[in-house]
């Protein structure tokens, strides 16, 4: 079974600050891995989604990740926070058609 | 506007009630599912349809029933809610078909059984 571990529960970045929230995968074949965001009260939204294309994705809102299959890591990057940044991030693997979520990492923002 | 509509927002059960949590979809996506959401654990798979008449169980299915009459609704059943139950619950729907296609989610329902 495939599954995702996020390495950190709570990142905590000033605005205008580099983002990196760090997301390990298990897979015994290539993986389809998303990054979801969900802002307080909110529902899930999707950032991006890794399928096997470029290694290197880009999302929506300044985001992306980098697939590393050597490290079997999909960190998701932003150069330089801002405060509408501060939610909860998600990276999810596909599993047979099924979603599996990580822990989830809670990124706060410091003016 | 498209997407997947949760109903209702915001719910309070004593134990022993039942309920039943909506979910409509206008997007004809074969694959629905059903979502639980509890700190620290991510969110984790109930149950999950694909298609009309098919469902089954995901992660965390005891407690719950669902059924698929139709495309476009997926309802999730407590029959007898338990404080366990306390949680946001999720909606989401997805084409069925190859590839990795985003899932749309609905905006929740925040439920406490008390």
């Known amino acids: 079974a495939q599954s995702v571990t996020q390495l950190d529960s709570h990142v905590s970045v000033s605005e205008g600050t580099p983002v990196l929230l760090r997301c390990n995968y298990s897979s015994s074949y290539s993986p389809s891995l998303f990054w979801y965001v969900q802002h307080p009260n909110k529902g899930l939204q999707l950032l991006l989604k890794y399928t096997s294309a470029a290694t290197l994705v880009k999302g929506i809102n300044g985001f992306e990740a980098e697939f590393k299959k050597s490290e079997t890591s999909f960190h998701l990057t932003k150069p330089s926070a801002h405060m509408s940044d501060a939610a909860e991030y998600f990276c999810?693997?596909?599993?047979?058609?099924?979603?599996?979520f990580g822990q989830g990492t809670e990124l706060s923002v410091k003016p | 506007n498209a997407g997947v509509t949760q109903t209702p927002k915001f719910q309070v059960l004593k134990t022993g009630q039942s309920m039943t949590l909506q979910c409509a979809q206008d997007?004809?996506?074969?694959?629905m599912s059903w979502y639980r959401q509890d700190p620290g654990m991510g969110l984790r798979l109930i149950h999950y349809s694909v298609g009309a008449g098919i469902t089954d169980q995901g992660e965390v299915p005891n407690g719950y029933n669902v059924s698929r009459s139709t495309t476009e609704d997926f309802p999730l059943r407590l029959l007898s809610a338990a404080p366990s139950q306390t949680s946001v619950y999720f909606c989401a729907s997805r084409p069925l078909g190859g590839g990795a296609y985003g899932y749309t989610f609905g905006s929740g329902t925040r439920l406490t059984v008390v």
């Open positions: 997007m004809n996506h074969e694959y």
């Open positions: 999810v693997v596909r599993d047979t058609g099924k979603l599996i």
